[in-house]
């Protein structure tokens, strides 16, 4: 149990153009998803904190604007990168909590973006 | 503030021989502890998980971790290390009350034959 799907596993754009992540609970419904951030061979950057139904909380240092994230049910937040560049090229790793789940995340396989 | 330290960025280990990763944290209280192990270009999985009562955690693929609150430690041990064990370890702190996890710098383990 406990899967978390995250769609696509790698994305190829142009700089400019805007992409799209999701995050699926597959087997839960979670009540508060987190978008991570990964650079190569470092730890996971917490970007924001995601809750069904209300708006998402960005770390400090995190773009809302260019990060738009939405939790529109208890079993999908997705992550769009607006109008992306270079910069933004990185791997973003999805989690999610079940409630009462005690702080236990179950993460997404991880979306490598690339901007060209 | 919560905080985590891995202190070995990487280690190498023989097929067969034991393993010890460290991990020290800074909390307040007795936290939620865990870890996690990250295979290249995928997501994380969760090995164990701390919350009360034994501190010996017995975790999936042959893994425990002992918490030791007066070193404020939580280090991840297996007796026989396999080659498919090469991964990076991620120890991370969960704060009691809320969802927020820290997750430390990672280990890198390589295994050699």
């Known amino acids: 149990g406990a899967v978390v799907s995250q769609h696509p596993s790698w994305v190829i754009c142009k700089s400019g153009t805007s992409v799209k992540i999701e995050c699926r609970s597959l087997d839960f419904q979670a009540t508060t998803m987190f978008w991570y951030r990964q650079f190569p061979k470092q730890s996971l950057m917490l970007m924001a904190t995601?809750?069904?139904?209300?708006?998402?909380?960005?770390e400090q240092g995190v773009e809302k604007d260019k990060f738009l994230i939405n939790h529109a049910s208890l079993t999908l937040s997705t992550l769009t990168v607006t109008s992306a560049h270079p910069e933004d090229s990185s791997f973003y790793i999805c989690?999610?909590?079940?409630?009462?789940?005690?702080?236990?995340?179950?993460f997404g396989a991880g979306t490598r973006l690339s901007v060209l | 503030a919560q905080s985590v330290t891995q202190p070995d960025i990487h280690i190498t280990v023989s097929e067969g021989a034991s393993l010890e990763l460290r991990c020290n944290y800074s909390y307040g209280a007795t936290p939620y502890l865990f870890w996690y192990v990250q295979s290249p270009g995928q997501g994380l999985q969760l090995l164990l998980k701390y919350f009360s009562g034994d501190t010996l955690v017995q975790g999936i693929k042959g893994f425990e971790a002992e918490f030791k609150r007066s070193q404020s430690s939580f280090n991840l041990r297996k007796p026989s290390v396999h080659w498919s064990d090469a991964a990076e370890y991620f120890c991370a702190v969960g704060a009691t009350g809320g969802f927020k996890t820290i997750f430390g710098a990672g280990t890198r383990l390589f295994v050699k034959a």
């Open positions: 989690s999610a909590i079940q409630a009462d789940a005690k702080n236990i995340q179950y």
């Open positions: 995601s809750n069904e139904g209300s708006k998402a909380t960005y």
